[in-house]
T-cell receptor
Framework: KNQVEQSPQSLIILEGKNCTLQ??????????LRWYKQDTGRGPVSLTI?????NTKSNGRYTATLDADTKQSSLHITASQLSDSASYIC??????????FGTGTRLLVSP | NAGVTQTPKFQVLKTGQSMTLQCAQD?????MSWYRQDPGMGLRLIHY???????DQGEVPNGYNVSRSTTEDFPLRLLSAAPSQTSVYFC???????????FGPGTRLTVL
């Protein structure tokens, strides 16, 4: 069964600190993995998309890693800001037609 | 360039009523899709379209209809609303299913 699991479910960190969110997946065949940021009351916005051959991809203070062997990905946020408070969703493409969504990690950055 | 637009933003229906959620995109994307998002669950695919005139069912299609007469528009119809359809609905578009998806702002639907 194609599945995407994210951890932790929720996280609270102090402004300025770093954090890492995890995504484990069991899908076949794998096409790509993406991370989305979803602010409360808004639609998800793409942060990164990585294919099988990419290990790391950055978008400003966001850095995603992918280990295709262990089927794990992480999203690292550096020097967090209050505006980083959001849900972060890991999504894996299965073949060329299907997307499998994780349930997300809810991050709260506290001043 | 408006991206993906959705209307209405909020809607309250009574059980049994029908309505259409509108979705439009101006990026000339072939692939469009509808999702629902419920608390504690990931986004679930309702219906999708790979181009004008072509639609297919997703993970949770029951109670919903779609059509794709133009590249730009992809409306979602609720035939006879039920309380179980209370949710937030997102429309998304992309060049293909595996390209970067652009999401609309969502429609929050409550069925009483």
């Amino acid at each position: 069964k194609n599945q995407v699991e994210q951890s932790p479910q929720s996280l609270i960190i102090l402004e300025g600190k770093n954090c890492t969110l995890q995504c484990n997946y069991t899908v076949s065949p794998f096409s790509n993995l993406r991370w989305y940021k979803q602010d409360t009351g808004r639609g998800p916005v793409s942060l990164t998309i990585m294919t099988f051959s990419e290990n790391t991809k950055s978008n400003g203070r966001y850095t995603a890693t992918l280990d295709a062997d262990t089927k794990q990905s992480s999203l690292h946020i550096t020097a967090s800001q209050l505006s980083d408070s959001a849900s972060y969703i890991c999504v894996v493409s299965v073949g060329f037609q299907k997307l499998v969504f994780g349930t997300g990690t809810r991050l709260l950055v506290s001043p | 360039n408006a991206g993906v637009t959705q209307t209405p933003k909020f809607q309250v229906l009574k059980t049994g009523q029908s309505m259409t959620l509108q979705c439009a995109q101006d990026m000339n994307h072939e692939y469009m899709s509808w999702y629902r998002q419920d608390p504690g669950m990931g986004l679930r695919l309702i219906h999708y379209s790979v181009g004008a005139g072509i639609t297919d069912q997703g993970e949770v299609p029951n109670g919903y209809n779609v059509s794709r007469s133009t590249t730009e528009d992809f409306p979602l119809r609720l035939l006879s609303a039920a309380p179980s359809q209370t949710s937030v609905y997102f429309c998304a578009s992309s060049g293909t299913a595996i390209n970067e998806q652009f999401f609309g702002p969502g429609t929050r639907l409550t069925v009483l």
